[in-house]
């Protein structure tokens, strides 16, 4: 069975502030995807980011940017110079089908970005 | 622009009551799923469908059922309305790469 574990509840920063949401995943398959997705208030959830179990190599993507390390099953996301738009829950999710089937998620973080 | 729509964004029912949530997609994407979200427990599978007329259980399907008649339409139906199953329902539909999510229907057990 598949587990994501996001540990952090709740975290609050001042804007400009950069902030690590952590991300913990358990899954015995060799191949599996890790995404992150953005909930803000308005209620849809925004795809973020995908990343398969065979590409390790972090990624940057403007002021967001990705830890991928297999060694710790952690996929960690990071927002450099929060914003107050920044201000969301945050799951990251695990499939280990091809593409984004059958997704479990984690329980979210939510980040408040304090102006 | 890709959509999926939810027909409700909001619903208030009462104990007992059967409930039709409707999701239609934009894209031709053949696989659908319905999660629950719930403060704490994160995103829940209830049930997906790979192909029209096809169904298959997810990990909290008890309570729910569904129907996959044509390709862009997946309905969740709760067959008798418990007050365990307020929550918001979101409904998605998945490419290669990437799934889209509805705006999600908030329903209201009383």
């Known amino acids: 069975a598949q587990k994501v574990t996001q540990a952090q509840t709740e975290i609050s920063v001042v804007e400009k502030e950069d902030v690590t949401l952590d991300c913990v995943y358990e899954?015995?398959?060799?191949?599996?995807?890790l995404f992150w997705y953005k909930q803000p208030p308005s209620g849809e959830l925004v795809f973020l980011i995908r990343?398969?179990?065979?590409?390790?190599q972090n990624e940057i993507s403007g002021r967001y940017s990705w830890n991928f390390q297999k060694s710790t099953s952690s996929f960690n996301f990071t927002i450099t110079a929060s914003q107050v738009v920044d201000s969301a829950v945050y799951f990251c999710?695990?499939?280990?089908?091809?593409?984004?089937?059958?997704?479990?998620f984690g329980t979210g973080t939510r980040l408040t970005i304090i102006p | 622009d890709v959509k999926v729509t939810q027909s409700s964004r909001y619903l208030v029912k009462r104990t007992g009551e059967k409930v039709f949530l409707e999701c239609v997609q934009d894209?031709?994407?053949?696989?659908m799923f319905w999660y629950r979200q719930d403060p704490g427990l994160g995103l829940r599978l209830i049930y997906f469908?790979?192909?029209?007329?096809?169904?298959e259980k997810g990990d909290i399907p008890e309570g729910y059922s569904v129907s996959r008649e044509k390709k862009e339409r997946f309905s969740l139906i709760l067959e008798s309305a418990s007050t365990n199953q307020t929550s918001m329902y979101l409904c998605?539909?998945?490419?290669?790469?990437?799934?889209?999510f509805g705006q999600g229907t908030r329903l209201t057990v009383v």
């Open positions: 998605a539909s998945t490419s290669d790469t990437e799934a889209f």
């Open positions: 899954t015995r398959d060799t191949t599996y995807y």
């Open positions: 990343r398969n179990s065979f590409d390790e």
């Open positions: 999710a695990l499939s280990t089908a091809f593409g984004n089937e059958k997704l479990t």
């Open positions: 894209m031709d994407h053949e696989n």
């Open positions: 469908s790979y192909d029209v007329k096809m169904k």
